[in-house]
């Protein structure tokens, strides 16, 4: 299980990349050559930081506590020809999912999605060229160099945006740790009582053939969570980049069928392309009421299902509907991107 405190979706620090280092004016000096000729170096480039898509990481935490992150700046150049020695990179591993922005012009940087996805997030200075690297027949001996271009600093902001097959989306106490815990090997604290989930939880369904996908628990909606009720509106963003939702309604509520169109509304005011996504509904804790009381479903827009945890009725039903969508999606996406010009 994670730690509350632990789960780090968003973070500004200052980055600042090394410095080219100077071209070099240097002469050759040597036994019987009287007039050596220019041998500066040039300088080494200066290091530059990256952020890289690391599939074991699942939040920004470790970044978070780097206020300043620098890479080196690059040696001088030297005496016959040398080139100064280049400032080593900085790597910061982050979650997929994660997005980068200039803090000041709010421009785009880029974003990592797949494992090893690099964007660079300051670009170190190149070297500057040495005396060497002017010569020309018109100029033997340039007594001058370049100086290092300096590397680029600036404060950048890093958004996490969960990247999921499968979101849970429901009420507070409906069950979403519950059903995560028996459908994965996540460990989520489950507890009698509302907003026991206090951010996101993954859990992986492990399935044969490579055929596993990702479930998001969120911590529970609340009617106003898209103005800032309860904890929804800073966890309703993780959503975005979640494939399919699974709505899961209690059926230990008053109206499960109600909720399901309180929970749709709290997304389309939140942002309304969420209700694009594909979605299955979910009815949990169907072992609370006998089926003969179960709600006629008939008008519900969407395939739905009953589920519990206790009975496990309609879990593994549950897995193949999710997998195949998911499954269906991954395939759309891998079309859309072989026809992308
Ligand atoms: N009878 C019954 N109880 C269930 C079932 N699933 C969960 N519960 C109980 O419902 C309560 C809430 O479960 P959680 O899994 O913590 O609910 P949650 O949706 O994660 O709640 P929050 O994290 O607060 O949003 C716990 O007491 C569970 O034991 C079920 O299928 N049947
Ligand atoms: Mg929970």
Known sequence: MQA?????????????????????????????????????????????????????????????YRRVVKAASGSPGQGRCKKGASGEDV????????????????????????????????????????????????????????????GEKRIVRLELKLLADVCLVGPPNAGKSTLLSVLTRARPKVAPYPFTTLVPQLGVVQEERGRSFVIADLPGLVEGASEGKGLGLRFLRHLERGSILLFTLPMDHPDPKGLFHQLREELRKYHPALLEKPYLIAFTKADLVPPTDRP??????????????????????????????VELHRGTLKKQEVFVP
């Open 4 to 64: 509350e405190s632990d789960f780090i979706d968003y973070v500004k620090i200052r980055v600042e990349a090394g410095d080219g280092g100077a071209g070099v004016v240097h002469w050759r000096r040597e036994k019987h050559v009287p007039r050596g000729g220019p041998d500066g170096g040039d300088g080494g480039d200066g290091g530059s930081i990256w952020m890289v898509g690391d599939p074991q990481k699942w939040t920004l935490l470790d970044v978070k």
């Open 91 to 150: 790597v910061l591993r982050v979650p997929l999912g994660t997005t980068a922005y200039e803090e000041e012009s709010g421009h785009f940087l880029g974003e990592v999605l797949r494992a090893g996805d690099r964007v660079c997030l300051a670009r170190g200075g190149k070297g500057g060229r040495g005396n060497h690297a002017f010569r020309s027949p018109t100029l033997q001996a340039p007594d001058f160099a370049e100086p290092g271009q300096p």
């Open 296 to 325: 006629s479903c008939s008008e519900l827009p969407g395939e739905h299902l009953f589920l519990s945890a206790v009975t496990q009725e309609g879990l593994a039903d549950l897995v193949k509907r999710l997998r195949d969508r």
